[in-house]
Nanobody
Framework: QVQLVESGGGLVQPGGSLRLSCAAS????????MTWYRQAPGKERELVAS????????NYADSVKGRFTISRDNAKNTVYLQMNSLKPEDTAEYYC?????????WGQGTQVTVSS
């Protein structure tokens, strides 16, 4: 079955950086668009960034453009989210997502807290 395991979250000061990873298994990774979402307390889950199967097409939320970079390594079945110039409003649980054969699949999430 599809499994998504996120890692790399933590506490960071404003202006700092983190790199999230999502290790995937149970499907042909290189075929599918991968997406990062986040959810802050009391707010709806929002799309952060997505990347096509081959990595040639990426999309970002306006709030993270120029600061975050999504990438993937299809040899390692892993998608990354490099987050730079972090702001307190980036504090949220970050989730990896893939839709495979009409099924929605989510990781367990990794917490990112941006605070001084």
């Amino acid at each position: 079955q599809v499994q998504l395991v996120e890692s790399g979250g933590g506490l960071v000061q404003p202006g700092g950086s983190l790199r999230l990873s999502c290790a995937a298994s149970g499907f042909i990774f290189s075929v599918y668009t991968m997406t990062w979402y986040r959810q802050a307390p009391g707010k709806e889950r929002e799309l952060v960034a997505s990347i096509s199967g081959g990595g040639g097409t990426t999309n970002y939320a306006d709030s993270v453009k120029g600061r975050f970079t999504i990438s993937r390594d299809n040899a390692k079945n892993t998608v990354y989210l490099q987050m730079n110039s972090l702001k307190p409003e980036d504090t949220a649980e970050y989730y990896c997502y893939v839709r495979v054969r009409s099924n929605n699949n989510w990781g367990q999430g990794t917490q990112v807290t941006v605070s001084s």
